[in-house]
């Protein structure tokens, strides 16, 4: 399974737009990438999923270089209430032989200050 | 997206009593699910991963025989901590895989968790 690095926190100000991003040097062609966000006490919550170029959703982008070793979570315009740990994923979701096992690093914990 | 639930959010037992955790699919079936632990201000850790109708596969360190895991239908799992210690309070996290309507991808999503703590 391949191994994600992310900063261990960063600071941004409300209606900044935020982009955290995050290393898998040893990502599998099969691997797609897949960004959660949490909130003490909570369980993840999915942000967006990709498996190349860009993916675009109503909360955020998702950015791919061509090589794949490495992705940017881009949160457009962040409020107080984005304030969480978010985490960066790798895993083989697609095919069914696979069972799509997803193995958490330490995340990003992000601040957004008034 | 798709709904995971969880029961009990909360609870509280006495040391080496059982305490069993439901995890459901609402909205989907799931053929595999996994538990998670969460102890404070760290990161999720995978216990298992639970396929229906098949025994489940524990990551190393995880004791078979203490964390039951039961996957008896498509849209539930079961976590049975067995002889609670005070060392297993923890906040327990479920997920399941979804199928994506493409057929050949999934989303995977997780339960609002369960705070365990063993008295």
């Given at each position: 399974l391949a191994k994600t690095t992310q900063p261990i926190s960063m600071d941004s100000y409300e209606g900044q737009e935020v982009n955290i991003t995050c290393s898998?040097?040893?990502?599998?062609?099969n691997d797609y990438i897949t960004w959660y966000q949490q909130f003490p006490s909570q369980g993840p919550r999915f942000i967006i999923q990709g498996y190349k170029t860009k993916v675009t959703n109503e909360v955020a982008s998702l950015f791919i270089p061509a090589d794949r070793k490495s992705s940017t979570l881009s949160l457009p315009r962040?409020?107080?209430?984005?304030?969480a740990v978010y985490y960066c994923l790798v895993g083989a979701?697609?095919?069914?032989?696979?069972?799509?096992k997803l193995i958490f690093g330490q995340g990003t914990t992000l601040q957004v200050k008034p | 997206g798709a709904v995971v639930s969880q029961h009990p959010s909360w609870v509280i037992c006495k040391s080496g009593t059982s305490v069993k955790i439901e995890c459901r699919s609402l909205d989907f079936q799931a053929t595999t699910m996994f538990w998670y632990r969460q102890f404070p201000k760290q990161s999720l850790m995978l216990m298992a991963t639970s396929n229906e109708g098949s025994k489940a596969t524990y990551e190393q360190g995880v004791e078979k025989d203490k964390f039951l895991i039961n996957?008896?239908?498509?849209?539930l799992s079961t976590l049975t901590v067995t002889?609670?210690?005070?060392?297993?309070?923890s906040f327990y996290i479920c997920s399941a895989r979804h199928l994506l309507p493409s057929g050949s991808s999934y989303e995977q999503y997780f339960g609002p968790g369960t705070r365990l703590t063993v008295t």
């Open positions: 898998h040097n040893n990502i599998a062609t962040v409020s107080l209430s984005d304030t979701l697609h095919g069914s032989s696979n069972t799509g | 996957h008896a239908s498509l849209t002889s609670a210690h005070p060392e297993d309070s």
